[in-house]
């Protein structure tokens, strides 16, 4: 059992930034990947952001390429997705996830999800 606790979200303006965080606690070991995903109110759940646990490419989808940037501290187990130049259409849900590969939580093939922070960009 892997147990992830995200932190960070919050309410920001447009064009600021916010740090999230997800900690990793329990069987970690086994996970190869780990990464976020959004969902926005009334909207399917989005691939953001993975990074390889191992050797740590990132990945990021084209709609926060640029703003966003994935990150680890491999010491703490925990995943960072700091967010810059917010836009209102950023506002969602983030999950935390990990997976057996980065192609894997792209494909939303998770094995852990978070219980996920509220981000809210107002205009």
């Known amino acids: 059992q892997v147990q992830l606790i995200e932190s960070g979200g919050g309410l920001v303006q447009a064009g600021g930034s916010l740090r999230l965080s997800c900690a990793a606690s329990?069987?970690?070991?086994?996970?190869?990947?780990m990464g976020w995903f959004r969902q926005a109110s009334g909207k399917e759940r989005d691939f953001v952001a993975a990074?390889?646990?191992?050797?740590?490419?990132?990945y990021y989808a084209d709609s926060v390429k640029g703003r966003f940037t994935i990150s680890r501290d491999n010491a703490k187990n925990t995943v960072y997705l700091q967010m810059n130049s917010l836009k209102p259409e950023d506002t969602a849900v983030y999950y935390c996830?990990?997976?057996?590969?980065?192609?894997?939580?792209?494909?939303?093939?998770?094995?852990?999800w978070g219980q996920g922070t509220q981000v809210t960009v107002s205009s």
């Open positions: 329990g069987r970690t070991f086994s996970m190869s990947a």
């Open positions: 996830a990990t997976a057996r590969s980065s192609d894997q939580l792209k494909r939303l093939t998770i094995d852990y």
């Open positions: 990074m390889s646990w191992s050797g740590g490419t990132t």
